[in-house]
């Protein structure tokens, strides 16, 4: 299956085209990968099993890690989700399209393989232009996860999807480099309490002004062996590149200290060292590659960095070869820089608090 992978690039005059190829793609049970404000996902017909298994195998994800199933109009909802609260719909009006998940009680017309057995189900209205007319064209609510191979860091451009996944899905439709550069804040609200199982694109603080009171329900780390989760994909491990990540968290000028400390002794043993460092940092760090995450109180460029970044150092675009990542962690931890820890804390093999 999919021995070739169409590379659907969108440039001037030829969205609508783009936009069919790919509706087509997806309507006979195939998939297809495509640009969403946050991540790029892997679309296939959220309502038809045969292709959301594809999606399983292209990526291979576990099967018990339920898939987000994306909307493009709010006639959709009703297909998919039942006895949804009134706090729900306050928070689709002020945050989509846009990077909240929302995971709501299902109704039978989504099968078991989207939502992993569950009985509920994860929605969003992604806020991209090529990501809504394909759900529109499709005419079917799209199941999409992030286009990686399970594990890897998610794809911020259609060269990370093709990376990970040429010849094992039908399309990608280039649409550049996306916004946001994390995923979606994943919110449960089946429960009298709203419980936040992924921070994400939106911050706490404003799901904050229209709740009241939030769990946090995630953790910074992968869940061990039986912890008990809410969402299963905190079980497993996430956004790793092949190279040791090492992150140093901390205040900014103690985390420049230790990175040069970690620089000079990793350099002794004879090792490349590459770094993911803010711009702060780096007039104090140099190393054999450098990758910047922008200024460290500018935690939504810091996002935008962060996995094309873990990907370069890690050699995907060019020959980096480096044989340790050191990370700079003293992006400002507010807003979508929660979600930035939260990855490079899951991505890291070693934290070092300073
Ligand atoms: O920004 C995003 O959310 C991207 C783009 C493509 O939309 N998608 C994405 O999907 O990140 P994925 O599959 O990589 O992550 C979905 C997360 C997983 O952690 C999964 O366990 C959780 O959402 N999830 C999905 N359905 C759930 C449910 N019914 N209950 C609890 N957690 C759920
Ligand atoms: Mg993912």
């Not at 990686?148 to 280039?174: C, F, K, Q």
């Amino acid at each position: 299956m999919n021995s070739k992978t169409l590379v659907l690039k969108i440039s001037n005059g030829n969205f609508e085209d783009t936009i069919s190829r790919a509706a087509h793609i997806l309507k006979q049970g195939g998939t297809v990968a495509f640009p969403t404000e946050t991540v790029y996902g892997l679309g296939a017909d959220a309502l038809n099993p045969a292709a959301v298994r594809r999606i399983f195998e292209a990526k291979g994800r576990p099967a018990d890690n339920p898939l987000i199933v994306h909307i493009a109009s709010m006639d959709s909802l009703d297909r998919i989700a039942t006895d949804i609260p009134p706090i729900a719909f306050e928070l689709m009006d002020a945050f989509w399209p846009g990077p909240l998940t929302l995971v709501l009680m299902r109704k039978s017309a989504v099968p078991d393989i989207t939502t992993g057995g569950l009985d509920t189900v994860a929605v969003r209205m992604p806020d991209n232009p090529v990501a809504l007319a394909l759900i529109r064209e499709a005419g079917t609510p799209l199941a999409a996860p992030s286009a990686n191979t399970s594990g890897r860091p998610s794809p911020t451009t259609a060269e990370h999807v093709i990376s990970d996944l040429s010849g094992r899905i039908d399309a990608v439709i280039d649409g550049g480099a996306v916004e946001v550069g994390v995923e979606s804040t994943v919110l449960d609200v089946t429960s009298d309490v709203p419980v936040i199982l992924r921070p994400g694109g939106v911050g706490l603080e404003d799901i904050k002004k229209h709740v009241g009171e939030v769990v946090i329900g995630y953790t910074d780390h992968a869940v061990g062996e039986g912890e008990v989760v809410r969402s299963p994909g905190m079980k497993y491990t996430h956004y790793s590149p092949k190279t040791k990540v090492v992150l140093v968290e901390g205040e900014g000028r103690a985390v420049a200290a230790k990175m040069s400390e970690l620089v000079e002794s990793y350099s002794e043993k004879n090792m490349r060292v590459g770094l993911l460092i803010t711009d702060e940092t780096a007039g104090y760090v140099c190393a054999d590659e450098v990758y910047s995450l922008g200024k460290r109180d500018v935690p939504e460029d810091a996002a935008r960095s962060l996995f094309a970044g873990l990907r370069y150092l890690d050699g995907e675009d060019v020959d980096v070869s480096v044989s340790i990542i050191i990370v700079d962690g003293s992006v400002k931890c507010c807003g979508v820089g929660v979600a930035v820890l939260n990855r490079l804390r899951k991505a890291a093999n070693e934290l070092i608090e300073v």
